[in-house]
């Protein structure tokens, strides 16, 4: 089973305990060519924005805080500085200054966002700013967040912005309300002609024949889309008493069915229409999904309203359907290009009324995206897990508290298995075991954590949530995972979690398994991690701070030998533990210290006759 931190199906489930994942099987860690995103959550399935106190937070760059920020008047120069490249409320400007500094510049040219994205910890933009490869490229790797005020990210590279580890955010629900009630508008003003015919009497004429429209009650319309925009168009297009289906892939029936709406197959939603309103995202998949082809099938006379995006909409399509009389009229808020080109053919069409990209556009919606926004690139730069991540799992707050222990075990693990490796670099293979009751376990944060603990001793990059699958697959690292179901209580999320990496060298020739691979397992006790087997031997410490091990030859005295070392040398130990495979023959003493001891104190412990191998290991 392919597993990746970005899904590639429209929908990525929000990371939950009980969401379907893996049984009794492995996969490895992949990373998706094309990334297709959409955020779909019902306003009672909103996701918190949640405070993630793992060993490093999950988006935050090891430099964060020591970032030079804005030259501004009065910045501080530990605030981050976020740089707002289109208009935002009022209301999420000013919670942006409260953690930030806070620069606006509107309409900047690629070129001058390019220079000024280098001095940026954050970037917030709407539908106008092209947030591409080179935005992320020209950052030089402090940009943490891009912030989309509004619910389409198809102007943001999420590629792009996933290899650089930086967290994509949208404000998904602000202007859903906004978008359908502009939906709305342009049904019911393009099927009286309100606009053609405020402009005839503007210029002096008076053509009651010329504007006889049609009715609305008893017609049908489809709506491509049934996600929060298209839902709220349904609702009120009932009101207006029309029979309503809708076409959606991945919409829920039950919601459907509560609005009395039908849920159809494409090919019935468009060749029986009379009315089509467009609410899908602009991914891949949808791109001109309205073509030639679409026009062919559909009922003589059909009206089109757009506000979802221009590119849904094969144009030059949609212009012959217009000339050749398959398409009535259309309504279009939206366009491939925007702005449109003064000469642009749609827009200069009779039949055709046009908003320029209104949509989000009420005092209402704007305010609360711009809270919205603010409050997701606010706790992406304190490193929180954003409610509304668009390139990185959604943890529900509930989950993640539960989960907060296991993740920090899991980066633990990591990292010290990765310092038992001789050498380091070549590790190449590491295959992780969860043993857990719970049937369903979802492993994306643990195995981005584990992946975090093993990339970031060995390398000069720093892994987070969003980079963490791009970045083994990089380094042409895989991460195989296997989930050992447990009878028991599914109170407890894991039992334990056992990383081994296979085919290097060990500095630790102890922490090899029967297998010949170096092998670590630890669990969660109390909520605290603690490393409970080391190669063969079970041992039991506390991770924090760092470790000592040591083989010795299991003889009496020793734990006192090593003691009495680092006592003298000044060293506190928190946690010992000897654990052996037989008595008397071999034991690996497991020590945890409060401060790294210095050279010449594991040279002392080192030449104990009975000491065999030891090594010191950073958490
Ligand atoms: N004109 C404007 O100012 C505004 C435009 N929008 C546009 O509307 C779009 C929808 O917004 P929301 O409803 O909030 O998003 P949403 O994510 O709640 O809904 C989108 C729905 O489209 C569905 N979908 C995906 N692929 C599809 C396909 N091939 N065929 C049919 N349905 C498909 C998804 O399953 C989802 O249910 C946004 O992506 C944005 O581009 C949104 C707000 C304002
Ligand atoms: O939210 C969206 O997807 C929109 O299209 C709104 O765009 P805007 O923020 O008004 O440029």
Not at 184 to 197: G, P
Not at 293 to 312: D, L, S
Not at 316 to 336: C, E, K, S
Not at 505 to 514: D, H, L, R, V
Request: glycine residues 8%.
């Amino acid at each position: 089973m392919a597993a990746s931190l970005n899904t590639p199906s429209l929908k990525t489930p929000p990371l939950s305990l009980s969401s379907k994942s893996l049984l009794r099987s492995s996969f490895s860690a992949t990373f998706p060519n094309n990334i297709r995103f959409s955020r779909s959550q019902p306003q009672s399935h909103r996701f918190l924005t949640v405070n993630a106190t793992a060993p490093g937070s999950f988006f935050k760059k090891p430099n964060a805080a020591a970032t030079p920020t804005s030259s501004s008047p009065g910045s501080s120069s530990k605030k981050p500085t976020v740089l707002v490249a289109e208009k935002l409320g009022e209301a999420g400007l000013a919670l942006l200054r409260h953690h930030a500094n806070v620069e606006c510049s509107y309409n900047l040219s690629p070129e001058e966002l390019r220079v000024k994205i280098a001095h940026c910890d954050a970037l917030i933009v709407r539908s106008a700013t092209k947030v591409n490869r080179a935005v992320f490229e020209s950052s030089g790797g402090r940009l943490k967040v891009v912030g989309r005020a509004g619910v389409g990210i198809d102007n943001v590279d999420l590629a792009a912005a996933t290899e650089h580890g930086c967290l994509v955010v949208n404000a998904p629900t602000a202007n859903t309300v906004a978008a359908a009630e502009h939906g709305i508008a342009l049904l019911t003003s393009m099927a009286r002609n309100v606009a053609q015919a405020d402009a005839s009497v503007k210029s002096g004429k008076w053509q009651r024949s010329k504007y006889v429209g049609v009715s609305l009650v008893g017609k049908r319309l489809a709506v491509l889309g049934f996600g929060k925009v298209g839902s709220e168009v349904a609702r009120r297009a009932k009101g207006l008493g029309m029979h309503v289906i809708a076409h959606d892939p991945y919409a829920p029936a039950d919601l459907a069915r509560v609005i009395g709406v039908e849920l159809v197959g494409l090919k019935e939603a468009i060749t029986t229409a009379d009315f089509i309103s467009l609410h899908m995202p602009l991914t891949p998949a949808t791109s001109k999904m309205l073509n030639a082809e679409a026009f062919g099938k559909m009922k003589k006379g059909v009206r089109i309203v757009n506000v979802a995006r221009g590119g849904v909409i094969d144009e030059d399509a949609l212009w012959r359907a217009l000339n050749g009389g398959i398409v009535a009229q259309a309504a279009l808020d939206v366009f491939t290009e925007e702005p449109p080109t003064k000469d642009n053919k749609l827009v200069q069409h009779e039949k055709v009324t046009v908003t320029p990209h209104l949509g989000a556009s009420t005092m209402e919606a704007q305010e609360g995206v711009a809270i919205e926004i603010a409050e997701a690139v606010v706790g992406a730069l304190k490193g929180e897990l954003a409610a509304t991540a668009v390139n990185a799992p959604m943890v529900p707050a509930e989950v993640l508290n539960e989960l907060k222990p296991y993740v920090e075990l899991a980066e633990k693990l990591g990292r010290l298995a990765v310092q038992l490796v001789a050498g380091g670099r070549g590790v190449k293979t590491v295959k992780v075991s969860y043993s857990s009751s719970r049937a369903d376990l979802d492993t994306r944060l643990l195995r981005a954590m584990i992946t975090k603990g093993i990339i970031e001793p060995i390398c000069n990059i720093y892994v987070n949530l969003v980079n963490a699958d791009y970045t083994a697959k990089q380094r042409g690292l895989r991460i195989t995972e296997e989930c050992i179901h447990l009878d028991g209580s599914p109170e407890c999320p894991l039992e334990s979690i056992k990383v081994q990496i296979a085919n290097v060298e060990s500095k630790f020739a102890s922490s090899k398994s029967e297998g010949g691979d170096i092998r670590v397992e630890g669990q969660v006790k109390y909520r605290i991690p603690h490393l409970t087997k080391v190669g063969s031997f079970e041992v039991d410490v506390s991770l924090e701070g760092s470790i000592i091990l040591c083989r010795q030859v299991d003889q009496p005295g020793m734990i006192g030998k090593v003691g009495s070392i680092l006592g003298e040398e000044n060293v506190n130990v928190s946690f010992m533990s000897v654990g052996r495979i037989a008595p008397r023959t071999h034991a690996v003493m497991a020590i945890g210290v409060d401060e790294p001891p210095r050279k010449e104190s594991l040279k002392r412990i080192g030449e104990i006759p009975a000491i065999e191998e030891l090594v010191f290991l950073k958490l």
